[in-house]
């Protein structure tokens, strides 16, 4: 089994920063695409950002030019850069993975922007 572990969310204030973690561990034979999800309250899960394993990424309209997506290989993390951060992003932030024959996801973490 593969379990993914998610760190760094939090209270931020409207402008702000944060920087988002998720960490594969387990039977891991090979990671594809990684990508991070967000779910508000009372709307649907949504796209925010993916990189695949070549490095390709891939952003949601709402956060270009905010948000940076990277992944460490030799550590299968992946992170999410969140800067200029607004109260509309105010949701709870999951990791996903593909693997050869299935897709994780992460627990979630809180992210808060306050007014």
């Known amino acids: 089994q593969v379990q993914l572990v998610e760190s760094g969310g939090g209270l931020v204030q409207a402008g702000g920063s944060l920087r988002l973690s998720c960490a594969a561990s387990g039977s891991i034979f090979k990671i594809g695409t990684m990508g991070w999800y967000r779910q508000a309250p009372g709307k649907q899960r949504e796209l925010v950002a993916t990189i695949t394993s070549g490095g390709t990424t891939n952003y949601a309209d709402a956060v270009k030019g905010r948000f940076t997506i990277s992944r460490d290989n030799a550590k299968n993390t992946v992170y999410l850069q969140m800067n200029s951060l607004s109260p509309e992003d105010t949701a709870v932030y999951y990791c996903?993975?593909?693997?050869?024959?299935?897709?994780?996801w992460g627990q979630g973490t809180q992210v808060t922007v306050s007014s």
């Open positions: 996903n993975v593909a693997l050869l024959i299935s897709v994780v």
